[in-house]
């Protein structure tokens, strides 16, 4: 488990550090109850842990982030910038997973799927395989861009970087996912 810092970075405004009644510093409009940021934007979070992390620790992940996000919630200090937060955190807790199923022994034989919600499942399955093979930067911008319908600006503030290097995690991981479905085109490995 990472630093709290690193779980939940606030969002910030020019007018950080002056009094709120949330506990936090003041923005311009209040806080929502975190209930409802959960009904906003659960859905799309929940798609994109699927997505960076497999459908079979998908919820795991995913509650994870909103059990940081709600720690955390106080401390936000512009509303707008809610979702983006939330993509941060969920990234965040996917790249945790990706690297604890690193450590951990992999097991034979599973006797049974692990059964996933419905509304979490892809019909593009074989494709979202492929780009949870891409290499970490280009897998989290590619999943925020098509699944969290994040601009390119708001991948640069989900992973930490510039708009310019987010738009390019995009194109280089977009250039290796075409590669890998038709390498005879394209010339890249299988």
């Known amino acids: 488990m990472g630093t709290p810092e690193r779980d939940h970075p606030p969002a910030r405004t020019p007018d950080a550090g002056l009094p709120s009644p949330h ?3 003041s923005s311009a409009a209040p806080l929502p109850p975190f209930e409802r940021v959960v009904e906003q934007h659960g859905p799309a979070v ?5 997505a960076q992390s497999g459908a079979e620790r998908a919820e795991d992940v995913f509650q994870e982030a909103m059990l940081s996000a709600l720690r955390a919630y106080a401390q936000v ?6 979702r983006g937060w939330l993509f941060s955190i969920a990234a965040r807790k996917a790249i945790d997973a990706h690297r604890e ?4 022994a992999e097991p034979v034989a599973d006797p049974e799927p692990a059964a996933v919600a419905d509304d979490v499942a892809f019909a593009d399955d074989a494709v979202w395989a492929l ?5 970490d930067k280009q897998r989290l911008a590619v999943t925020l861009r098509y699944l969290g319908d994040l601009s390119h600006r708001e991948i640069a503030e989900v992973m930490e970087t510039s708009e310019a290097a987010g ?6 991981g977009l250039n290796g996912l075409r590669a890998r479905i038709d390498p005879q085109v394209h010339g890249g490995p299988s």
Not at 101 to 104: N, V
């Open 23 to 25: 506990g936090g510093a």
């Open 46 to 50: 929940l798609r994109f842990c699927a």
């Open 77 to 82: 200090r512009d509303p707008a910038s809610i």
């Open 101 to 104: 199923q690193a450590r951990r």
């Open 131 to 135: 780009v949870r093979r891409l290499p």
């Open 167 to 172: 738009r390019r995690n995009v194109f280089e």
